[in-house]
């Protein structure tokens, strides 16, 4: 089993930044696949970024050009770069992994981190 742990949430003004982390209790070069995932309130959870093994991204096209999505496989940790942040990316944010699939399935969840931008 993998485990992931999400930091960096918290309230920020619209336009601000948040670097989200999500520690892995693995070697990160040895994971297929992390990604990020957002969910609001009465909401579906929602692909947000994705990276492979060999660096390749995705980004939902709400985000693209404010966020950026790396890891640091020295440190086992994935990041979530998020800048000119809106009021609807406000979420409860989940860092995810898979072993094998880079798709919109993963078998590892973290416990989320909330992030809330205000007007």
């Known amino acids: 089993h993998v485990q992931l742990v999400e930091s960096g949430g918290g309230s920020v003004q619209v336009g601000g930044s948040l670097r989200l982390s999500c520690a892995a209790s693995v070697d990160t070069s040895s994971l297929y696949c992390m990604a990020w995932f957002h969910q609001a309130p009465g909401k579906d959870h929602e692909l947000v970024a994705r990276?492979?093994?060999?660096?390749?991204?995705w980004y939902r096209d709400s985000v693209k050009d404010r966020f950026t999505i790396s890891k640091d496989n020295a440190k086992n940790t994935l990041y979530l770069q998020m800048n000119s942040l809106k009021s609807e990316d406000t979420a409860m944010y989940y860092c995810?992994?898979?072993?094998?699939?880079?798709?919109?399935?993963?078998?590892?969840w973290g416990q989320g981190t909330q992030v809330t931008v205000s007007s």
């Open positions: 995810a992994a898979d072993n094998i699939y880079c798709g919109t399935g993963f078998a590892y």
């Open positions: 990276i492979d093994r060999a660096g390749t991204t």
